[in-house]
């Protein structure tokens, strides 16, 4: 079975500067995607960026990026310029290329940015 | 993308009623999930709700709780039945608008306290 691992429960950052935080996973599928979803305290999920396991190329979106380790099933985001309204719950997930597209969530990891 | 509306945002209950969740896409998608979040838990998924036939359910969570219904491409709810205590969580309804891989949209969740 799949299975999303965030070692990270909480992190914190300065204003301006930039964190990275972590996901691991584990599938023996070779075609599949990968997410990084935002819960601010207002609850709403919010999709920051998606990876596709078959292309080599990081995703990136404005000052968030990712660094995809396919090889060692690695998915860590990185804030750059990191704003105050980051601070939110970041959740890594996970869903395989086929069937219905479920996703599976990692336990998160509570990010907050100090001023 | 999609806007999803989910009513009620918040609901606060007695122990043994139950309580029905909507959620209402302004377009038609193509599936549609509900989702449970504990408090400060990740998401797991209750069952994907299928249009004109009966909900597909995960592991750990049953009809008889959980009945759900789909009557069209842009509507669903999420009836929690004989609630507890335990079942004080956020629920979550979500959309997948497109085809494989792409990400899967989410509702502003209901906050449920059961006294």
């Known amino acids: 079975a799949q299975t999303v691992t965030q070692s990270q429960p909480e992190m914190s950052v300065q204003e301006a500067e930039t964190v990275t935080l972590s996901c691991t996973y584990d599938t023996s599928e070779n075609n599949y995607y990968l997410f990084w979803y935002k819960q601010p305290p207002s609850r709403q999920m919010i999709l920051v960026i998606r990876?596709?396991?078959?292309?080599?190329q990081n995703a990136t979106e404005n000052r968030f990026s990712v660094n995809f380790q396919k090889a060692a099933k690695s998915f860590s985001l990185k804030i750059s310029d990191s704003q105050l309204g980051d601070t939110a719950m970041y959740f890594c997930?996970?869903?395989?290329?086929?069937?219905?597209?479920?996703?599976?969530f990692g336990t998160g990891t509570r990010l907050q940015v100090f001023p | 993308s999609a806007v999803i509306s989910q009513k009620p945002s918040r609901d606060i209950c007695q122990r043994g009623t139950s309580l029905t969740i909507q959620c209402q896409v302004d377009?038609?998608?193509?599936?549609m999930f509900w989702y449970r979040q504990q408090p400060g838990q990740s998401l797991t998924l209750i069952a994907t709700a299928n249009q004109g036939s009966e909900a597909t359910y995960e592991s750990g969570f049953v009809i008889d709780k959980f009945p759900i219904s789909r009557p069209n491409l842009t509507f669903s709810t999420l009836t929690v039945s004989n609630m507890s205590p335990e079942d004080s969580s956020i629920y979550l309804c979500?959309?997948?608008?497109?085809?494989?891989?792409?990400?899967?949209?989410f509702g502003d969740g209901t906050r449920l306290s059961i006294l």
């Open positions: 990876q596709e396991a078959y292309k080599q």
């Open positions: 997930a996970f869903t395989q290329s086929y069937n219905t597209d479920k996703l599976i």
């Open positions: 377009s038609q998608v193509t599936m």
């Open positions: 979500s959309v997948l608008t497109g085809g494989l891989g792409q990400p899967q949209h």
